[in-house]
């Protein structure tokens, strides 16, 4: 059974730093897409950031660029999210999501689709006071 569990969410000032991680178990996910998503209270869910299968095409939503870094690291089956400079309107619960077709390359509109992935992790709530 393929699981995802986020962790490394919590509490912080405005301009504060977290490192959130996402930990699959169940399978590898050595060469598949993985992505974070967020949702805000009242609103819907929206895409943060993903990574392609192999680590090296990067997306991110425009909000975040310049702050957030997703990264891998295969060999622990574990994707990060580092979230710097962090501002109130960084306030969800971020989820980890996992696509289940490897070594496939798609469209920049495809990592930014939730339907596009397959496994979601219960998701790590992060609140950014001001």
């Known amino acids: 059974q393929v699981q995802l569990v986020e962790s490394g969410g919590g509490l912080v000032q405005s301009g504060g730093s977290l490192r959130l991680s996402c930990a699959a178990s169940?399978?590898?996910?050595?060469?598949?897409?993985m992505g974070w998503f967020r949702q805000a209270p009242g609103k819907e869910r929206e895409f943060v950031a993903a990574?392609?299968?192999?680590?090296?095409?990067?997306y991110y939503t425009d909000s975040v660029k310049g702050r957030f870094t997703i990264s891998r690291d295969n060999a622990k089956n574990t994707v990060y999210l580092q979230m710097n400079s962090l501002k109130p309107e960084d306030t969800a619960v971020y989820y980890c999501?996992?696509?289940?077709?490897?070594?496939?390359?798609?469209?920049?509109?495809?990592?930014?689709?939730?339907?596009?992935?397959?496994?979601w992790g219960q998701g790590t709530q992060v609140i950014v006071s001001s």
């Open positions: 169940g399978r590898s996910f050595s060469g598949y897409p």
């Open positions: 990574s392609a299968w192999s680590g090296v095409n990067i």
């Open positions: 999501a996992a696509d289940a077709r490897r070594f496939s390359n798609y469209g920049d509109n495809y990592y930014r689709t939730e339907a596009s992935y397959d496994y």
